[in-house]
């Protein structure tokens, strides 16, 4: 039988620890049974410890692979992750803005799961400017802070922070995740351009590796299915809640997400 799944892409680094990134994304692609594609803009010297170097390809061969892939196979969602430098960032952004597409997902990847800052001013600065291509933008806690400029830690301050961004960067869908708070419920602040919407989930006793890209990827994959907003949404919260649940320690750090098949 032929296989007719959307096919989705994802721009982002690889973790050689299989946790986060490249590997998350395209785990999660498989998990939700669409063919997932990818183009790589680093390596990391990566595991579930953390990352203690990478190394970047040239912005010219990041933009060799996309117009190679996307050229071979039509992407029905593209989403990124880990770009890092205002090069690559700058290079993504043109060439989303060529090819004008209408499901894009920005995980803008800014900040360790400690908070502590990844991008130089510049390269924060470029990352602003590309979430405005963002059907759906999903920072952190700490990575909205960085968008917005200012700490984030109350419900009232991750709204203003969703309604800032969606008004001043032009991402038509904010969704403030909160996997770095603290309080019983892991609620993610969803601004649609109208409404505030909370999406919502038990938080468990444990620390765990790529939650963040396993969400966004999920909702690229829903957005690729061709589910509206809020069906991808709800879809990609659910998703990324049972493989927190299921997940087991591997390693000496954090644990990674155990992924199942989608039904």
């Given at each position: 039988m032929?296989?007719?799944?959307?096919?989705?892409l994802t721009i982002a680094g690889s973790d050689p620890s299989g946790g986060a990134g490249m590997q998350a994304d395209l785990k999660?692609?498989?998990?939700?049974?669409v063919y997932g594609m990818s183009v790589l803009t680093l390596a990391t010297d990566c595991t579930t410890e953390g990352v203690t170097d990478l190394?970047?390809?040239?912005?010219e061969f990041v933009a060799h692979q996309f117009r190679r892939v996307t050229a071979d196979i039509a992407p029905a969602a593209i989403k990124t992750g880990m770009l890092f430098s205002a090069e690559i960032i700058e290079q993504v952004d043109a060439l989303l803005?060529?090819?004008?597409?209408d499901r894009i997902i920005i995980d803008p990847v800014m900040t360790t799961r400690r908070g502590e800052r990844l991008l130089s001013d510049d390269a924060e600065a470029a990352m602003r400017a590309l979430v405005g291509r963002a059907r759906i933008v999903t920072p952190s806690l700490p990575e909205?802070?960085?968008?917005?400029?200012?700490?984030?830690?109350s419900s009232a301050e991750m709204i203003a922070a969703a309604k800032q961004i969606h008004r001043e960067l032009g991402a038509r869908h904010v969704v403030i995740t909160?996997?770095?708070g603290t309080t019983d419920t892991?609620?993610?602040?969803?601004f649609d351009g109208e409404a505030i919407r909370w999406l919502e989930a038990d938080r468990l006793p444990f620390a765990v590796h790529g939650a963040g890209d396993a969400f966004s990827a999920a909702a690229t994959a829903h957005l690729g299915m061709g589910y509206d907003v809020e069906r991808a949404l709800d879809g990609a919260k659910a998703f990324v809640t049972?493989?927190?649940?299921?997940?087991?320690?591997?390693?000496?750090?954090?644990?990674p997400l155990a992924y199942s098949l989608a039904r």
């Open positions: 032929a296989d007719t799944s959307a096919a989705v999660t692609f498989a998990a939700l049974q190394q970047l390809l040239t912005p803005s060529a090819i004008d597409h909205a802070g960085r968008l917005v400029q200012r700490s984030i830690s909160d996997g770095h892991a609620a993610d602040c969803w049972e493989a927190i649940r299921n997940a087991t320690p591997r390693g000496q750090g954090n644990r």
